[in-house]
């Protein structure tokens, strides 16, 4: 059999729906090991409590935010930085707003939608990357502002203390000739639809032992629905059918591959505390 730390063991993606409230506390909040996501749909104003830098996205509407550093009022088409310690958030028009975070001090595990069974093979989310620039400040990016990879149009990718984003948008269906079917070693990947349908495209790879070989899965995603993605899962997904489509990638903690190559547009804003060691 198989040790919970060896490369074999299996674990399901798990799709969350975030139009599911859950009985105790009302929230739509879905978690994987390291981070977990919330979306926000009221303009009353709601609590959010973390020990690290809480990463908030306005794809529709603006937003006001009272931190313990301060206020701000933040445009819709935009990402906010807030930081660690208590905020309260009030949008101004009905969502979605939707809140990350890599530890929810203020929650219970009853508040959340899913369980989470701990993985050892997942790298920490800690020692968290330094603010270097306006720490302590909130620091509002508009999206339109970044600029994405020359050869990765679709990506605008951004990073807090212990987090980093994609933003991926496009029109109309994905280039089905154009896929990009990878996987992580240590760590997960959360895959958000706020607009637009999707199909995610899972892949357990093959070992040795034929009888723990599973069927490919393709998994019809809706808006509001959150993926999270295993360990060693092949795994790419396929914005399908027409209109406008924006599908955001979570992880924890922030992509060091991407920042080395220069993709991570405030990545200047942080030392990573491993550089070096």
């Excluded at 200047?268 to 070096?276: L, R």
Aim: aromatic share 6%.
């Amino acid at each position: 059999m198989a040790r919970n730390d060896d490369s074999t063991v299996l674990h399901d993606a798990g799709l969350i729906d975030l139009d599911t409230t859950p009985q105790t506390s009302g929230r739509r909040i879905g978690q994987a090991q390291n981070f977990s996501v919330e979306w926000i749909d009221s303009t009353q104003p709601h609590t959010a409590s973390s020990a690290h830098e809480l990463l908030l996205l306005l794809p529709g509407a603006g937003a006001h935010i009272e931190y313990e550093g301060g206020r701000a009022d933040a445009p819709g088409r935009s990402l906010c930085i807030i930081p660690a310690g208590t905020c309260t958030i009030a949008l101004d028009a009905p969502g979605p707003g939707i809140l990350i975070a890599s530890s929810r001090t203020d929650l219970a595990q009853q508040d959340y939608l899913n369980a989470v069974e701990h993985d050892p093979r997942i790298v920490a989310s800690t020692p968290a990357f330094r603010r270097v620039r306006n720490a302590g400040a909130l620091r509002v990016i508009a999206i339109d502002d970044i600029i994405p990879p020359p050869d990765k149009k679709r990506l605008k990718m951004l990073q807090t203390d212990t987090l980093s984003i994609n933003w991926v948008e496009y029109d109309g269906p994905r280039d089905r000739t154009q896929l990009s079917p990878h996987s992580h070693a240590r760590f997960e990947q959360g895959s958000l639809a706020i607009e637009g349908k999707f199909v995610h495209h899972l892949r357990t790879p093959w070992g040795s032992d034929a009888t723990r070989w599973r069927d490919d899965v393709h998994l019809q995603a809706d808006p509001r629905t959150l993926l999270v993605i295993p360990v060693n899962l092949v795994h790419t997904t396929e914005g399908v059918g027409p209109g406008y489509h924006l599908l955001i990638d979570v992880f924890s903690p922030p992509r060091r591959d991407f920042i080395a190559n220069n993709w991570v547009c405030n990545s200047a804003d942080y030392d990573d505390p491993a550089a070096g060691a």
